[in-house]
T-cell receptor, first 116, second 113 residues
Framework: DTAVSQTPKYLVTQMGNDKSIKCEQN?????MYWYKQDSKKFLKIMFS???????INETVPNRFSPKSPDKAHLNLHINSLELGDSAVYFC???????????????FGEGSWLTVV | DAKTTQPNSMESNEEEPVHLPCNHS???????IHWYRQLPSQGPEYVIH???SNVNNRMASLAIAEDRKSSTLILHRATLRDAAVYYC??????????????FGKGTKLSVKP
């Protein structure tokens, strides 16, 4: 059983297109995230949702719009794709944001987006 | 978030112990020390975390300096599968809330057969 699953794993698309990446977690977690890993391998948080509510929105172009239909899903929609959007996008989840336990974050396997 | 400093890369021989260092001289009292690793073409994976005391789990051990300004991740017997980028991350935890994971460059560990 995959704890955090995201689809598609690979996506090649043309500039200007709109695309979505879907993410689902079966861990019963309340908090979900999107991270972006660029060509230099830096991992940066983009968004965080807690119980379907947006709690973190880092400096990300508004062409990126996360949507959480329920707390097990956090999808990422990207409008008007640009060459610089090419990256690996990781979905992740954690139990919640408010515990002292250390709160492990579980990552999906990534979605490789290439914009041509 | 406080910053960490790690060597860019390290090499190890298979079945030998590996000590991965991390400096965090500006750590605050509410910062936990987390280690994640990222195997090639996979998402990051939790390894271990601690606050003040040394910690052990099935994957690794974490040795934390008494002044908490540095820590060392110890893999007791490296395997080829341990070849990955290892990230040392400080994550604040205060008043029922926690900070985000802020990833640095990490240490790329190579394991030779």
């Amino acid at each position: 059983d995959t704890a955090v699953s995201q689809t598609p794993k690979y996506l090649v698309t043309q500039m200007g297109n709109d695309k979505s990446i879907k993410c689902e977690q079966n861990l019963g977690h309340d908090t979900m995230y999107w991270y972006k890993q660029d060509s230099k391998k830096f991992l940066k948080i983009m968004f965080s949702y807690n119980n379907k509510e947006l709690i973190i929105n880092e400096t990300v172009p508004n062409r990126f719009s996360p949507k959480s239909p329920d707390k097990a899903h956090l999808n990422l929609h990207i409008n008007s794709l640009e060459l610089g959007d090419s990256a690996v996008y990781f979905c992740a989840s954690s139990l919640d944001r408010g515990t002292f336990s250390g709160n492990t974050i579980y990552f999906g396997e990534g979605s490789w987006l290439t914009v041509v | 978030d406080a910053k960490t400093t790690q060597p860019n890369s390290m090499e190890s021989n298979e079945e030998e112990p590996v000590h991965l260092p991390c400096n965090h001289s500006t750590i605050s009292g509410t910062d936990y020390i987390h280690w994640y690793r990222q195997l090639p073409s996979q998402g990051p994976e939790y390894v271990i975390h601690g606050l003040t005391s040394n910690v052990n789990n099935r994957m690794a051990s974490l040795a934390i300096a008494e002044d908490r300004k540095s820590s060392t991740l110890i893999l007791h017997r490296a395997t080829l599968r341990d070849a990955a980028v290892y990230y040392c991350i400080l994550r604040w935890n205060y008043g029922g809330s926690q900070g985000n994971l802020i990833f640095g460059k990490g240490t790329k560990l190579s394991v030779k057969p």
